[in-house]
């Protein structure tokens, strides 16, 4: 017998903003590289390939008190019978008596999460100078990616957005994508940040005046060329995060500084999976674990020209990093439900 | 955004009773072996070795339209803080849509499906004109194996329990175990059952005069020995569920017909694993998977002489078919809480 708290998707859209999850998903990271957060083998299923999958990632973090896990179910021909294609479901436990503390919806969290993680590549990888930032995608983790950017460079002038398989569709959903970046940014206290977000016109020169481009397409194969890139260049990849994915061009890979969040899972399901696979890339490439830079013990960028590349599968502690945040401010703010288990 | 139903603990012991149980278990063992059902990769963590330890157990059955998980936390140091040693958490999802339909507590599941895996080993396995029943262990699972194979064998005369590392436990637990049972039995509508339970005076010989032998202990070395075991004699070994638990002789799987619930789990963790290291037995050695001769495509038992061994180490589709029954029998009673997710 055992009372655990129920904290829906409303619950967790007012508790969190993206300020605290980008500072949440930064402890995560750094439990993990000091081996106080640990990840566990990733449980995999796919009902009908390319239809229907899910997946259950799960770990501990130590200074947080929990385990726990989010369990993702995709399916593709939900929208068209007027359900979300995507479920995510997070639980938590104690970490000293295994007893149950919370579900969680995991929906938005996971555009919190991954918009911060995208945010952390560009903090620890890009010029801290950096004026232009190229969203390459415009799905909905878009705006997650760039208010989570700009909250962290309150001096970037200029945001671009492309689709890069369907240009037109950039244009469509500007204005939305507009909207969001000022509510999540609002959230965050953030009240007129000057950056101007518009479509890009050509993604190739887009690219080339870019100093920070995050990706996040369902792409599997390159949607941005090695030659297209300048020096100096930072990419966050936050696409690929199954077998086959890939966003940009695997010799990239020969001449970037590259930082994962995840060795084993970067090089399995990454963007780091093909070019190793093509024998471009090796896990002796890797230059290491985003954790370790920002606990201060790898330095991040030491050449204003290299170019960076931050292979961002997703990880369960940045999921169990949230669940606590949110856990923790609904304990204050009273909200959420309590049910006998 | 979408509604959950949560069954408590105390919601569940009211909804499930054994007949029911051993049914659906049934269901989930032929589904397995007809490829309705599979199982997901076991996610298993130690958080300190023969303290606390985790396990996330996953599948789907289709014939039920689901797919979900049960997570186990045991932290042996919890009942001197006045907790239970164990948390078993149970979640289920649509299989159509990947929706999460419900959270329930895995506790009372626990003991009533494996309970009823024990009795359906010996169903399907022991002769049918079974009179004495050998209940080895006297833990919480000892009285839901003796009512699911009292449940299933109406003839049976005697019960005798042992607990082989602690004789005298035997006898302080012999009127609790009765309560139990007695119990279990009347909520499967089971009112006068003949059979007669006592403590075993000597453990090897109750072993040599008993029809159907129940194991259910932590044990990692046999208890009971090759040698005094009479011809003809069925083994429901229940308690050997993680790397280097043993409960039986390994030279037992010399001469006996091994009947698993999952090849690949008993292999690794079952009661097969060790004889199989020594190299005493082998996956070749294995009969066939109980699914197969519930379904009726392979004979059980074929000779009233052999000694047949089920190794069960409990798989996530029994886990899934109690959660599924239970399920609909709240829907009918209108039992459970309903809630935002």
């Not at 904290?7 to 081996?35: F, H, M, P, W």
Request: net charge negative; hydrophobic share 40%.
């Amino acid at each position: 017998m055992s009372e655990i708290c129920i904290l829906s998707r409303s619950d967790i859209d007012g508790l969190l903003n993206l300020a605290e999850v980008t500072e949440a998903v930064e402890r995560s990271y750094v439990q993990k590289s000091t081996g106080k957060g640990s990840l566990w083998p990733m449980v995999f299923n796919e009902f009908e390939p390319g239809r229907a999958d899910l997946d259950i990632k799960s770990g501990d973090l130590a200074e947080e008190g929990i385990f726990g896990f989010k369990l993702v179910s995709w399916f593709g021909d939900n929208p068209r019978r007027g359900l979300p294609e995507l479920f995510g479901t997070v639980m938590v436990f104690d970490i000293n008596s295994g007893k149950p503390r919370a579900l969680l919806d995991g929906g938005a969290m996971t555009h919190l999460r991954t918009g911060a993680a995208g945010a952390i590549g560009a903090k620890y990888l890009a010029r801290p100078d950096s004026k232009n930032l190229l969203m390459v995608g415009t799905g909905g983790l878009a705006p997650f990616e760039i208010a989570a950017v700009l909250s962290v460079f309150p001096d970037m002038e200029n945001v671009w957005i492309s689709n890069p398989r369907d240009p037109e569709r950039a244009l469509d959903r500007l204005e939305g994508i507009s909207g969001v970046v000022r509510s999540l940014l609002a959230k965050s206290g953030i009240k007129n940040h000057g950056a101007r977000i518009s479509v890009a016109k050509d993604l190739k020169e887009a690219v080339g005046e870019s100093d920070v481009i995050v990706t996040a397409t369902p792409s599997t194969r390159p949607v941005i060329l090695a030659e297209w890139i300048a020096p100096g260049t930072h990419l966050s990849c936050m696409g690929s995060d199954m077998s086959g994915k890939q966003e940009i061009d695997s010799s990239v890979f020969r001449k970037a500084k590259v930082v994962v969040d995840d060795v084993e899972q970067c090089l399995s399901v990454g963007e780091c999976e093909i070019p190793t696979k093509e024998g471009l890339f090796s896990r002796e490439g890797i230059y290491c674990e985003i954790g370790e830079i920002i606990d201060g013990r790898v330095p991040g960028r030491t050449d204003r020209d290299e170019i960076t590349v931050f292979d961002s599968t997703g990880i369960a502690l940045q999921d169990l990093a949230c669940a606590s945040l949110a856990l923790s401010k609904a304990e204050r703010e009273n909200l959420g439900v309590t049910v006998e288990l």
